[in-house]
């Protein structure tokens, strides 16, 4: 039981809880949520999430807070992202009021897995969607399965706010101008592995990917979206139709507009590296990772300190993370209350 787990030394790294959620979409309807133990799942082997791509997931978390209550952080958000991701891969999308139904209900049922507050580790929920028909010719499914499971985790990287070396990658592009960059889709992340294999070899934990069809802007982050903080104090993230849209960095957004900094979403040249004080990749599984120097061919940019983070994004990962775990106000109502233990 939860009760056994280290709870101060989780990585971020699957462990198995007692209960996952599922509900199908089949004769043109969803059906009821599903309540399994069983972490094995049967499919045909035609079904067109093995062969045709048609597979998604999402990625959100649950915390025990202050108050000792359980909450997830912007599910609504996750929601819309995978109605969006579904639409582009003409799936079936699932109702906003089912993906909530289904994270609030292997929430309860997995609430001796939801990490004390304190810990600084939170309940991971990855929801997944797939296509189940059998086709052998390219054909959109007729039925559908949303799943959701669920998993303590701790920092994506072991030695949590730490800052980080970067490699700009180009010998291999992670999304295509008007692909599937901006959606969730499972394929994506497939496209990325060996470029990120790539950088992880040359000794980088993270690569920077560039725009696909020019390599002269930034697009995101092997995982996670960029960041910046310009040398006269704006917040600076890329305007591309091949970044996912974090749920992270629009909060953080928002957080630097309450804290006063100009936000900017453009276009942003690698040249511009040379202006930024500091750089972070943010998602929800790292919420912000401090990037202290990236290396583009023969030029490496730094910024800062190289092991210090710098104190804008210091700022906002503290805010963010009271907000998450109840030390802060949660003025935008971004906290979506599961249970009161």
């Not at 949590?160 to 599937?180: L, S």
């Not at 599984?285 to 983070?309: C, L, M, Q, W």
């Amino acid at each position: 039981m939860g009760k056994n787990i280290d709870w101060k030394n989780l990585g971020f790294q699957y462990l198995q809880t007692e209960y996952y959620v599922k509900c199908e979409f089949k004769n043109r309807k969803w059906g009821d949520i599903q309540i399994c133990t069983d972490p094995h799942i049967s499919l045909h082997i035609a079904a067109t999430c093995l062969h045709y791509g048609q597979a998604c997931f999402e990625g959100l978390k649950a915390f025990g807070r202050k108050d000792e209550s359980i909450a997830m952080f912007r599910p609504d958000q996750n929601a819309q992202r995978l109605i969006s991701t579904a639409r582009r891969l003409v799936m079936e999308p699932p109702p906003q009021e089912l993906f909530l139904s289904m994270a609030t209900k292997l929430i309860l049922l997995n609430k001796a897995y939801v990490p004390p507050y304190g810990t600084g580790a939170s309940l991971y929920v990855r929801p997944f969607l797939i296509g189940t028909s059998p086709h052998i010719g390219v054909h959109a499914s007729e039925e559908y399965a949303l799943i959701m499971l669920a998993s303590p985790m701790g920092a994506y990287y072991k030695d949590g706010f730490y800052p980080v070396k970067a490699y700009i990658q180009e010998e291999y592009d992670r999304a295509a101008p008007k692909g599937v960059g901006d959606v969730k889709a499972g394929g994506n992340y497939a496209a990325g592995m060996m470029g990120d294999l790539d950088g992880q070899k040359k000794g980088f934990p993270i690569c920077l990917y560039l725009d696909s069809a020019t390599h002269l802007y930034i697009d995101e982050f092997g995982t996670s979206n960029f960041l910046a903080i310009t040398k006269d104090g704006k917040y600076a993230t890329p305007d591309s139709s091949s970044v996912l849209p974090s749920v992270t960095n629009h909060s953080l957004q928002d957080i630097a507009r309450d804290f006063g900094l100009t936000v900017e979403r453009r276009k942003i040249r690698v040249s511009e590296l040379a202006d930024f004080a500091e750089v972070g990749a943010c998602g929800t599984a790292v919420v912000i990772t401090p990037v202290s120097s990236i290396r583009h061919g023969d030029r490496v940019y730094t910024f800062g300190k190289e092991n210090e983070a710098g104190a804008t994004l210091m700022r906002l990962y503290n805010e963010i993370t009271g907000i998450q775990y109840g030390e802060i106000e949660d003025r935008h109502g971004w906290m979506y209350r599961v249970d009161a233990a």
